[in-house]
């Protein structure tokens, strides 16, 4: 779990519940229905939800940790953190200085920061036709 509760866990000062954690759950199973049964994608925008540092960790510590973790560099990193819920994925993204810029819980077969890019997919083509 220390990959989940690493570095810049923001929220609210406190050590205290606001019970939100619940009401949230209950959100990301919906979503996860919707997925299930018909495809659509849903993002939460944690940051923009009034939890506290404790509401973040009851959160993190009930979805766990699957079997999949990316960490990507751009221009900052990003740490994407499949849960123990197949489909529901933990994602933060930090600037160069290291600041958690967004910390997101996505809904989805494969997060979009970690699906290649059409355009990029051609440009690979064409620089394995040059190597072939």
């Known amino acids: 779990m220390a990959d989940l509760k690493s570095k810049n866990v923001e929220g609210p000062a406190g050590d205290f519940s606001t019970e939100n954690v619940k009401p949230l759950l209950n959100e990301i199973k919906h979503a996860l229905q919707r997925l299930s049964k018909d495809g659509t994608s849903s993002t939460i925008d944690l940051l923009r939800l009034p939890l506290t540092k404790q509401d973040l960790a009851e959160l993190e510590n009930f979805l766990g940790q699957g079997e999949v973790k990316i960490k990507l560099k751009s221009l900052g990193a990003s740490d994407i953190i499949e849960s123990r819920f197949s489909g529901v994925w933990l994602v933060k993204h930090f600037d160069a200085s290291d600041k958690l810029?967004?910390?997101?819980?996505e809904i989805t077969p494969?997060?979009?920061?970690?699906?290649?890019?059409?355009?990029?997919?051609?440009v690979g083509l064409v620089e394995l036709n040059k190597l072939l």
């Open 101 to 105: 810029q967004a910390r997101l819980i």
């Open 110 to 122: 494969i997060p979009s920061l970690a699906a290649a890019p059409p355009e990029d997919i051609a």
